[in-house]
């Protein structure tokens, strides 16, 4: 999941003379100038003592741990910054990063829901039936309003069936449309709220990032199975046209920039991390909302996961067992990773487990799932970096490697680059769909490391806080805890604990903030005959497209 910038961006050839590190730089300062968000502020932190061994406590008790965590967090963000997007957990300060609609709150409703925090998700509840979405100071960013509050609205109705839920996303989701009225369908990358009108990001030709463009479909998908209003569905397909006809290097990956006017491709720079991640994420996710129904998703997987597996797919030197996921800008390999990337062994394993095509790909998915593993074992904390490097088996690096970098290829397989750690939950994602699909109890051990690792380094006053370093023993607090530390990372780690799942996998699907959506046909709805709801809404898009193929041809 792509939030806001990538880190991979270190590794992108500038064209206009500057060096990588100065062009991420900048486009950062950008970003965080456009979303009118300040640069971070390190503070020294203190640290707790760990957990006990997973060894030594019980399922129920290591489900509790998590959820006690959970309720620290937010009883912190309740007391110190209710209403605002995110509670600053070493200041004990509010902050705003999401246009100020509460995205701590809307973010955070599925889980509550889950954990069974009924007061809590009342309150929750009462908050978002208030929000006014015209209420908008910045621009408001599609892909990120989408994925926290959209999707968030989505899967709070799935489970509550509160209509409110519903009514708050319509309302939000006939706002962000202007983004789409492109002359190719692909979405700008903001709206203005006050105008109505999309507006180009600050890339190179106003390019539209995969990762976004890509990563609206799954819920404007749902909210038109929910509503019976198709026009969601056919703005999200229409993203496509563009790709059908593509030329790409390698069919089936695409470049990280569009072109949202002509659907060209801005550079060559490919990735299955951030700028991009999500994207391909959703065409199999799509695939598995459509209850395997949907072809041209499947068609559009098989291509690229094949075209991933052959051009990206890297073992590290001298560890044949693992696989980690190289970069390619103008064709050439860059082996380093974004944790964000590391959503990818549980796609994997999602596709092949949907996709019969695709069954060869559960080894692949656990190498890779152990390459990103290691990266937590690679550094001083036991926390993954931002991006964490390579060498591959040809014996190239990203750059000349200190002593301790080559000392932690030659144990771990990876070493930390950009060594910063924002709660990122991408690893505990994929060790997510490992236990839940074998019921392997390692799974359950490599979370409880990961878990008591953030409770040692990152819980501060009133939450839990990113850090700067997580490769030296003293990391400082960087007073951020995104909303997506609850919606993700918490969630993730509580529901691996169920003896039995309760979200099976050809029940429900998660978005890229981990919100579940039912899968229409395949589960109960609460009284109602889901089977009639899902002949009723097939019947309805066979109609539309029936009457669009006569209107237009």
């Known amino acids: 999941m792509l939030h806001s910038v990538s880190i991979g961006l270190l590794f992108l050839s500038s064209t206009i003379g500057v060096t990588q590190a100065d062009?991420?730089?900048?486009?950062?300062?950008?970003?965080?100038?456009?979303?009118?968000?300040?640069?971070?502020?390190?503070?020294?932190?203190?640290?707790?003592?760990?957990?006990?061994?997973?060894?030594?406590?019980?399922?129920?008790?290591?489900q509790q741990a998590v959820k006690d965590a959970f309720v620290f967090a937010w009883q912190g963000y309740r007391k110190n910054s209710w209403g605002y997007d995110e509670n600053r957990p070493v200041t004990n300060q509010p902050a705003n990063s999401r246009n100020g609609w509460g995205a701590t709150i809307v973010d955070a409703l599925d889980t509550l829901y889950i954990m069974g925090l009924h007061k809590e998700f009342k309150d929750a509840r009462d908050f978002v039936a208030t929000i006014d979405w015209g209420k908008a100071d910045n621009l408001v960013q599609v892909?990120?309003?989408?994925?926290?509050?959209?999707?968030?609205?989505?899967?709070?109705?799935?489970?509550?069936?509160?209509?409110?839920?519903?009514?708050?996303?319509?309302?939000?989701?006939?706002?962000?449309?202007?983004?789409?009225?492109?002359?190719?369908?692909?979405?700008y990358q903001y709206v203005d709220f006050k105008t109505g009108q999309g507006v180009k990001s600050g890339f190179p030709e106003g390019a539209s990032c995969l990762a976004e463009l890509g990563t609206v479909q799954l819920e404007f998908t749902r909210l038109s199975q929910i509503t019976g209003n198709w026009t969601y569905d056919r703005v999200g397909r229409k993203v496509y046209d563009s790709f059908r006809n593509m030329k790409t290097t390698y069919p089936g990956l695409y470049p990280h920039?569009?072109?949202?006017d002509t659907g060209r491709p801005v550079g060559d720079?490919?990735?299955?991390?951030?700028?991009?991640?999500?994207?391909?994420?959703?065409?199999?996710?799509?695939?598995?909302?459509?209850?395997?129904?949907?072809?041209?998703?499947?068609?559009?997987?098989?291509?690229?996961?094949?075209?991933?597996?052959?051009?990206?797919?890297?073992?590290?030197?001298?560890?044949?067992?693992?696989?980690?996921l190289t970069v390619l800008n103008n064709g050439e390999p860059n082996p380093v990773m974004d944790e964000l990337a590391c959503f990818a062994p549980g796609t994997l394993l999602l596709a092949s487990r949907?996709?019969?095509?695709?069954?060869?790909?559960?080894?692949?998915a656990e190498a890779l799932l152990f390459g990103c593993y290691n990266a937590w074992q690679a550094s001083r904390t036991g926390i993954a970096p931002e991006v964490f490097g390579f060498v591959n088996e040809e014996g190239h690096a990203y750059t000349n490697l200190s002593k301790h970098q080559r000392d932690l290829a030659r144990e771990f397989g990876t070493f930390p680059v950009h060594p910063s750690y924002?709660?990122?939950?991408?690893?505990?994602?994929?060790?997510?769909?490992?236990?839940?699909?074998?019921?392997?109890?390692?799974?359950?051990?490599?979370?409880?490391?990961?878990?008591?690792?953030?409770?040692?380094?990152?819980?501060?006053?009133?939450?839990?806080?990113?850090?700067?370093?997580?490769?030296?023993?003293?990391?400082?607090?960087?007073?951020?805890?995104?909303?997506?530390?609850?919606?993700e990372t918490l969630k993730y780690l509580y529901l691996i604990w169920d003896d039995t799942p309760r979200f099976p996998f050809d029940k429900w699907v998660f978005n890229t903030e981990a919100h579940p959506f039912k899968i229409p046909g395949s589960c109960k709805n609460d009284g109602k005959n889901d089977w009639w709801n899902t002949m009723f809404d097939t019947i309805g898009v066979l109609w539309k497209d029936f009457l669009a193929y006569f209107i237009l041809f």
């Open 354 to 364: 949907w996709i019969n095509e695709l069954k060869d790909f559960e080894d692949d």
């Open 23 to 62: 062009y991420a730089s900048s486009f950062i300062d950008r970003q965080q100038q456009v979303l009118g968000q300040p640069p971070p502020v390190y503070y020294d932190a203190e640290y707790f003592s760990p957990l006990p061994f997973a060894s030594e406590l019980s399922n129920e008790q290591k």
């Open 143 to 187: 892909f990120e309003t989408t994925i926290r509050y959209v999707a968030g609205l989505i899967s709070a109705y799935d489970l509550s069936q509160d209509k409110v839920f519903i009514k708050k996303a319509v309302d939000l989701v006939d706002r962000l449309l202007p983004a789409f009225d492109t002359p190719t369908g692909i979405p």
């Open 422 to 487: 924002i709660l990122r939950p991408e690893t505990l994602e994929s060790i997510f769909y490992f236990y839940q699909y074998t019921g392997n109890p390692l799974y359950q051990d490599m979370a409880w490391e990961i878990f008591n690792a953030i409770h040692t380094y990152c819980r501060a006053n009133s939450g839990f806080s990113g850090l700067d370093n997580v490769d030296t023993f003293f990391p400082r607090w960087d007073d951020r805890q995104e909303s997506f530390f609850f919606a």
């Open 257 to 260: 920039l569009i072109n949202a």
């Open 269 to 324: 720079y490919l990735t299955w991390g951030g700028m991009a991640d999500s994207m391909y994420e959703y065409l199999v996710k799509q695939f598995v909302l459509s209850n395997g129904n949907d072809k041209l998703f499947k068609k559009m997987s098989i291509q690229s996961l094949r075209a991933m597996q052959e051009h990206l797919l890297q073992k590290p030197l001298e560890h044949d067992d693992l696989l980690l």
